[in-house]
């Protein structure tokens, strides 16, 4: 199963997709160029079991609310 992180960009909304060896640095919006971290796997813990335990599409918010 392929795990990939959705980011929203905190100034635009955008969502971008990325791979999970992406976690923990820094990335640049593609719509408006701000740059923003996503967070590390340990703080996605929780996220990883509910995506693996569910099967579908999960989604993550800054603070680690879990939608989906």
Do not use: S
């Amino acid at each position: 199963m392929r795990v990939n992180i959705l980011a929203r960009c905190p100034r635009c909304a955008t969502v971008i997709v990325l791979g999970i060896q992406e976690a923990d640095r820094r990335k640049r919006c593609v719509r408006c160029g701000r740059l923003f971290h996503v967070p590390d796997t340990a703080a996605l813990g929780r996220a990883v079991e509910v995506i693996r335990e569910a099967k579908a599409n999960v989604f993550v918010d800054e603070q680690g609310r879990i939608y989906g």
